[in-house]
């Protein structure tokens, strides 16, 4: 009895120099804040090579060149060797003299050149050009003997262009050219083989150049630029990635744009340039899309792509105050006897759960107790612990520590309810209960996120993201609720692709 009374007189003048007005915690409602976060965005936007040979055939003539001129040694004069002075044994004693049979033929040489169908194709950064061509030469009024001689030829003509960009997103091209004869032209006259290859090379050597001028122009006409400014515009963008539990949505603002290089893929030539943005996420209110801004220059290469972006993962208050208040109605149903003070009846009311100061958690309870011996009568009042949430980066399981106690009690004599909050049993009950796993809400909203993320097509756009590694640092109390930042990492793109 003297323990049991000296612990009561303890718990009084504790009481005594206890402030008993309402020891409710300041509530902090403070919203998360969601870091903005460097991405790169890769842009696709392709050209059909279809598209790009028929502007270069439509765009090179046919008769790529032609000739009608007078030659005057068509067939040069035709010698024989003979000696001036003969030895008895039939040697030359004196010099040997060319003697001209026949004399220079000239003729008229006429001619003309055609392609046939320019056609495109390649693979990786390289574009190859395949032009057939087709030599018919003659050859008229040869020394006013013979009236016409005909040759036929044929050529392929490759080509492969390396292509860039300028910084006012206008294409160029380096082509390397080079063409054989499949069958050179050429004409036998009089036993005299003349070929027209030289003439023919003089003239495809302008058509070359005019190739290479004409490769850009082209690329030009099939509107690169609009197609790049189109899919600038839309990576401006809002997409929802989470629709409830919490509402989630992320803002891509473009902020550059860099050529990337161009690639031939199948039957389409590929220009990929990276958009670097900031991705934000917003929890709660749907932001509205950003403006878009006019394309900008062509960047210098932009760095490594890789989407980033923030998932948030919100464990609401009024989830987590019926697990306490389970919790606790499970210890009293247990029962419960305090040291010194015998057993007790105890009766706990709805749990009031919020964020607090300096990052901690304000837990409130309504309590009624009364001890089974009778003595002192039932005594009620609310309890409010503070604790300080915890977890391990990387890890979905959170935990309370450093639980603090504060009492508002209809006893100024005895406050039953200290020594009820302090029982290691009940506030291990309380701490279990608020030991919360987030795997299911973290698996949720990733889920959602992929979900939003793997394809979403808005008119001629496309957004295609992957998330590869997520990653998350330590708890933090908001006014929201308990709330963990997840950094998904990934990579995404945005296609153009109009319909056609």
């Not at 309380?430 to 919360?436: N, P």
Request: hydrophobic share 40%.
């Amino acid at each position: 009895m003297r323990g049991k009374w000296l612990l009561l007189l303890m718990i009084a003048l504790a009481a005594c120099g206890r402030d008993h007005n309402d020891p409710r915690p300041p509530r902090v409602d403070t919203a998360p804040v969601m870091p903005k976060l460097a991405s790169t965005l890769v842009v696709p936007v392709d050209v059909r090579l279809a598209d790009l040979e028929s502007e270069l055939n439509r765009a090179t003539p046919q008769t790529l060149w032609s000739i009608d001129q007078r030659e005057e040694k068509c067939v040069p004069a035709q010698r024989l060797s003979a000696c001036a002075i003969k030895r008895k044994d039939g040697s030359c004693r004196i010099g040997i003299k060319k003697l001209k049979v026949t004399p220079d033929l000239s003729c008229r040489i006429v001619g003309q050149v055609t392609r046939g169908r320019i056609a495109l194709g390649g693979s990786g950064n390289a574009v190859a050009i395949t032009m057939p061509v087709r030599a018919t030469v003659s050859a008229r009024d040869v020394g006013g003997i013979i009236k016409r001689e005909t040759a036929t030829g044929a050529a392929s003509v490759r080509a492969v262009a390396k292509l860039g960009m300028t910084r006012a997103w206008q294409p160029t091209a380096t082509v390397r050219i080079a063409y054989d004869w499949t069958n050179p032209p050429g004409v036998t006259i009089l036993g005299k083989r003349i070929t027209f290859v030289s003439k023919a090379d003089a003239k495809l050597a302008g058509v070359i150049a005019g190739l290479e001028r004409s490769l850009p122009q082209q690329l030009a006409k099939v509107h690169m630029r609009d197609q790049v400014a189109a899919a600038w515009r839309g990576a401006f963008s809002t997409i929802e990635l989470n629709h409830d539990k919490p509402p989630v949505w992320m803002r891509v603002t473009p902020q550059r744009l860099g050529v990337q290089g161009y690639s031939v893929q199948g039957r389409n030539l590929l220009l990929t340039v990276a958009a670097e943005a900031n991705a934000e996420t917003f929890v709660g209110i749907k932001p509205d899309a950003p403006p878009p801004t006019p394309l900008p220059p062509a960047s210098p290469r932009i760095g490594q792509r890789g989407l980033r972006f923030n998932i948030p993962v919100l464990a609401d208050y009024g989830e987590l105050e019926p697990v306490v208040e389970r919790a606790l109605a499970k210890r009293a149903a247990r029962g419960i006897t305090l040291p010194k003070l015998g057993a007790v009846d105890v009766t706990f009311g709805d749990v009031t759960i919020y964020s607090t100061d300096n990052g901690r958690l304000a837990v409130g309870v309504p309590v009624r107790a009364k001890l089974k011996s009778g003595y002192l009568g039932e005594r009620h009042g609310e309890v409010w612990l503070t604790g300080l949430p915890f977890n391990e980066p990387d890890s979905e399981v959170i935990r309370v520590d450093a639980l603090q106690i504060k009492t508002r009690s209809d006893s100024k004599a005895v406050d039953l309810l200290v020594a009820l909050f302090t029982d290691p049993e009940t506030i291990g009950s309380i701490q279990a209960a608020l030991t919360e796993n987030f795997a299911k809400d973290y698996d949720h909203v990733l889920s959602a996120a992929r979900g939003a993320l793997a394809e979403r097509r808005q008119g001629d756009f496309q957004l295609s993201a992957r998330i590869d590694q997520v990653h998350h640092g330590r708890i933090m109390v908001t006014g929201a609720g308990l709330f963990l930042a997840v950094e998904a990492r990934g990579v995404a793109s945005v296609l153009y692709r109009p319909k056609r």
